[in-house]
């Protein structure tokens, strides 16, 4: 399965987000993700769908919107209509889950159920058949810059049996030294934040890519 490289635009300088995702558009990455908090369900507020579409024009590479917001059901239509292609819920954030990843597919968008490091593997065997990608947090969310953590990658492994052909992605403190582990675990999407704006964004993506350039999720 390929390793796909999804930078997060939350560790870069929100004064020139244009310059940060022409930068992302011209390195050797898959998606850009997007880390969406309401200052509810996770204490920052960060930017919603009008920083999106704002963004939109300015590269072809695909969206992936990781909602960290209590009623993502109210947010689905303004991500579709701002150009979101793939939508994450948070199984802790949602009541009703299903309804929820139903109303993303039904606005023809990619869906994707996350897990806080604190919830159960389980949780999304439920609603397998209604996504495509698994996120599996490996820090818990709400910031950048936290240290990883490494327990949740039982959760990646298991996940990565009960779903072979799923996307399975971890976010939190991933760089080219945690990195290996995740995709030896059963990951195959690595968001990275703080690591890649930590320096030249295309020579940190370089080095990420090269960490895991040997690995490949079974
Ligand atoms: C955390 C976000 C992450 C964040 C990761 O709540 O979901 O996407 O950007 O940042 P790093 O890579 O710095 O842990
Ligand atoms: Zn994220």
Not at 14 to 43: E, K, N, Q, Y
Request: hydrophobic share 45%.
């Amino acid at each position: 399965m390929k390793t796909i490289l999804a930078p997060s635009i939350l560790s870069a300088d929100f004064g020139r987000l244009a310059a940060v995702v022409h930068t992302l558009d011209a390195a050797d990455c898959d998606w850009i993700h997007m880390d969406v908090m309401d200052g509810s369900f996770v204490p920052p507020i960060t930017f919603g769908s009008h920083a999106v579409a704002a963004l939109r024009p300015l590269t072809k590479k695909p969206f992936d919107c990781h909602l960290m917001i209590d009623h993502p059901e109210t947010q689905i239509v303004a991500f579709k209509d701002a150009g979101a292609n793939r939508i994450t819920v948070h199984v802790e954030a949602c009541s009703h889950l299903h309804r929820v990843l139903e109303s993303i597919r039904e606005a023809e968008m990619l869906a994707g159920v996350a897990i806080n490091p604190g919830t159960p593997a389980d949780t999304v065997l439920e609603v397998l058949e209604l996504v495509d990608l698994l996120l599996v947090m490996t820090v818990n969310p709400g910031w950048g810059g936290q240290k990883f953590i490494r327990q949740p990658l039982a959760k990646v492994a298991s996940l990565r049996n009960a779903a072979p052909q799923h996307h399975i992605q971890v976010d939190g403190g991933i760089d080219p030294e945690t990195a290996p582990g995740a995709l030896c675990a059963g990951a195959n999407v690595l968001v990275s934040g703080s690591y890649t704006f930590s320096g030249d964004p295309k020579e940190r993506l370089d080095a990420l890519r090269s960490s895991v350039c040997s690995i490949s999720a079974s």
